[in-house]
């Protein structure tokens, strides 16, 4: 019999991405896909796939979530607060090994530079406390496994980093606690982290004793590292405008009101925490280009231009 392949949440756009390209490398049978809008999964179910309904937030929904899954690809809570994400982290591993999952996939984020165990990023936080929790439950339990996937930083999450720039509708000066100046940020494709992905959890599935990444936390970053200036630079040539950075104080932009409507969590406002990943990329936590992803890909990744011109492209 098959291993089953786990995933969760499947339905947000890195998951989403993984399973599309799993279902090219796999049956979809061999799939148990698991989240809180399930009838966005209907496509893969109708392919094969089970499908589950399960929530983070509701933690008795988890209690046999991950049955009969063998492998599971733990995607990260969708949040940058940093305790409630952690628990919500444990609940669902402490519940996948109850249900006899024997290795995880965990999607982490590439801040931290090259594989440390720091960060000055408030949202790095939960990462590195889940990638420690892993680790600890791993050298309790010989018969469980994980692999902790630091994934790049979305090239289509710029918006994050540059004021919420709209390639829509954009504005000509881009405000926030940072110059522009290097170091910069190793962009990559969301989808080409997707397909990365897949192959890995392929990897370990088809050989378990011998996959390259046990119990290793891996990198996946773009091809080249682009300073926010740059990164500027590129979403002007995308719209067809010159645009500019303004460096502003970091109580400046936390007392922004836009920004702290998109940075709050649960009724807290976390724009001046934010403002932490500015920091992060200055000391050059983002800048490490690593190769593994063209390995895994088998090919040179995509430019980051490239990514941003066809975001740009009329819909």
Known sequence: MSSKIGVFPASGGLGTSTINHLVDLVPASQLILIARSPERLDKFKLDGA?????????PSSLDTAFDYVDTLFLISYASFEIEHRVQAHKRAIDSALRSGVKHIFYSSLAFAGSLEQTSVAH???AHLATEKYLAELQQKNSNFTYTSVREGLYSESFPIYTAWFDLKNPVDEITIPHSGSGPGVTWVKRDELGEATAKLIVSQVKSPQTFSYLNQTILLSGPREISLRET???????VGKPLRIREISVDEYASLPQHGTKHTYHGVDLAREWTTAWEAIRRGETSVASPLLKEILGREPEDYETTIREMALPD
């Open 123 to 125: 949202v790095m936080g």
């Open 232 to 238: 500027v630079d590129i979403l002007g040539r995308a």
């Open 50 to 58: 089970t499908v589950r309904w399960a929530d983070y937030d509701e």
